[in-house]
């Protein structure tokens, strides 16, 4: 008995896969006198951006588990969840610490995006909940519900309070065109996002920096007291080969204590292309940008196995976006900036990748206008 | 020669099994007018009680190693020792930092217990020492014996000191009745255990709270002058099929600087009862209940080899535990408290777990009588 | 096409090694007058000095990578870098976290040096920087040349400043001799290195402990204004059979704001000898003893194929060092040093090892002549 059990146990025990990542950043800055009287001088850094520890796996035959934390610095949580799957009707259903259902470009993991940051000042990040979600690798759709806590204390993750502090949030995705015959090399992506975020502690704030974790913030709302805000975000995407054409909208209304409800929006245009022919890996499972770019060549010798040498460029990526903030509203003055952001992607081999990018940004806020703020920066990454 | 000592190298080299384990809290609480004076609010929380890696292995034949560390907030390490076997006389031999042999509710392990904390405010937790003991699956007794730093600095594990901050600790347990023909589903287990613990900074602290480690704490010793203290425990466990039973009673005296000699004490009943027939699982070699649960058949489908597709209950199980701490003496006023808790575990695989509990506990100290506080509590656990 | 790539992408996938190494140490001090005031009472301390979680592996086939970080106490990162091999004239081309390279002794992993801690005040540690060496099992010199940042803000590894804070360091070495019959039972080594640095905050420090990372700070220079410091070493080693003779002698000269260049400097010469026969381990890809010791026999008891018990001592290795620190120049007056060590290491296994030292320094700086302190220490060390 005490062995069959044993034995049964060990045949369902959780398999577990141990990677990671580090991405090392260096930035320059150069700055006109509005921006520096706006943000102050912007140092020049290089710095360990992430160093991420990535357990995960399966356990029984339908459900995955993630346990991602960062040790770049102290020790952050990332990813931290339980993934139960093939459920009657939700199909999916998740449980821990892991993105909100809102935005592709959020969704897109950090080491498959085109540029280095993500761009938009509305982004939920991480958060605490569950959430229900489809997750079909040959469905044309996909969806994302779930309720979240809406804000954290420091860390560890957690929430203390005895108000409410909840989110809703929703995403739909839907392809009215998606090529099987080349595994997507030609499609269209549409969607769709929704929260309505109760805060429990009574304020929020948004606020962004140029496209760079390195550089300062150069818009700001300051900490708005209120009891809850709405997001709504669109989203579309076009690949044809190895051009790939992005954009979204995000669009915030704060109910606010002291003036009504204020608004706020950010949108960006993105446009990619890979001069060696590969494209852009999009997954149907989870509406994004998130399959590994594999390149044709990588950029190491490789022996073949007819003891050829064969010596690859790697995969070369163009990538262009432009986006703009708007954090003024009727009553509140945060700034707005516009940003063009100019990029070259080098991808040694599927898992290596060093990035150059330019962004210009341009800034106007009630210190000054047109603030100019110059980033010059580049990456190595890695993954394993 | 270098090749052959490279090879000997290899084959003695050590195993590493990575592994984890994360729990989610949520507590609601509900207080009294009394509850309120004596802890003030207690706030409702949902957090990230734990989330543990794991890395453990065996080197030689004899050797095992763990390193075990919480990355839920900042880095805290948990087990992080060398074990020797095989050795003759004591069996066993560990060194570094792990759980002091007093108390089977110490020793079991968290992801084991019927219920989300343990009960009693004078464990003794992991510290830095070495430590003699069994390691024998077959045997019906176990004992241990160390030395061990009584106290620590803040983290890493250390202490700093010329006066001596040490302990001796031990504790053998006994099965007068153990069931080999069901494995263990029925047994009785007998303990004691002491500990003798000089306090290099001249004081302690004894505290507890109501069996949520996001509640308040509810009694308090605050901190005592005192050298050196005492601490006795005994236990008892008796399991008939799905039904245990386990009890202890723990008493301290501490040999203050102020009053004399000064106790206090402890206990808890405990009850459990599996709904769907399985049984707690007593682990010989440590003699806790420290070896995993196997649901008879597991919460999620499987399909079996025939081709029928198999949908379990996973497992149920039923807790009741009553404890009362009394931390009055003669001079020092802690506060006493009985607490009730009702649970009901659901095992969805042998490695996932879900805990709903509902304590009440009723405090006296010295600012008010009766102070009830109601604990509402639910736990997601997975390990892997 | 798509499982192709997919194809493609797994047989180039990382590998993943998991391991780590954990030090526990105990120090004991006895201090005469002189000392006391020197440094203050230093006090007996028990410590994880080290608790490394290692990960690294190989992508493709000639690069390789490491993650590696401390949690003995905050999360604090190592090695984090790729480095890729094989490559045209240079060899090898690191990015990244590292060892700049200098000193035979720094570039000893601490798991293998002879004694609990390095003798010098001027390593130079990890740092950010781009490193090309040579990585050749089969020559008879190496070198190594980076670029690398000269001053580091707190954790996480950066540096943020407009002012330049770089470092050139290089490192050379020969072997006049190397007897490959014995794989490495006689060598001759010589070696030199040199750092230029720029010091982009405008001061550095220098100084010293008694040969063990629990006493106290014996000689300090205080921060020193200064905007670059030049730093060259040299170094010999002679390993015949079980014996091993080492030295180095650092030297320092800093362009100090205040009084022009002032300079500092550092030797040691350090015997060891194995009672059993086994001898230091060099490597000649990296020039230092950092290949693992393998005793003949381990401690622990191994039943050998044809069923006999074999019982080995393990190995037991001799060890002594003599060293001295002048942080005094002209116009900064650190204090001097000498130190004499003596230790002994057991090898219980090429993994576990124990080691037991003694330290005597006698110190003189502006407080007191011939400040004596003697240091009794113990470490337990294990690596998987």
Redesign the interface.
Known sequence: ??EE?AA??AA?K?S?K???R?F?DVADFSQNQASLNQVG?A??????RW?W?E?G?N?????T?R?W?D?????S?LD?Y?D?G?LPFIQNFR???FFEPFSMEQLTPNKYLETMERSSPFLLGRN?GIMAHSDNAEANWTYGVGLF?SEQGS????????TDASAITGRVTYLPWYDEA??GRGLIHLGAGYSWRHLGDGNTQFQNRPDSALAPVIVNTGLIDADYYHLAGLEAAYVYGSFTLQSAYHWVSVDTDNFGSESFDHYYVQASYFLTGENRSYNRRSGSFSN?V?PYE?F????TEDNYICNGLGAWELAYRFSHDDLNSDNIFGGTDYRHLAGLNWYL????RVMFQYVYSNTDDQVASNGELHVFQTR?Q?D?
């Open positions: 008995r005490s059990k049964a146990a369902l959780p577990v141990v990677g990671g580090f090392y001088d140092e020049d850094e290089m710095r360990l160093c520890i357990l796996g356990v029984l035959e339908n459900t588990y346990v934390f040790v770049a610095a102290q020790v949580l931290v339980l139960f093939e449980v821990g610490h605490m806590v860390k560890p993750p957690f929430y203390e309070g005895d080349s595994d590994r594999v990588n190491f010798r490789v022996r081999s599927p898992f290596t190595l890695f394993f």
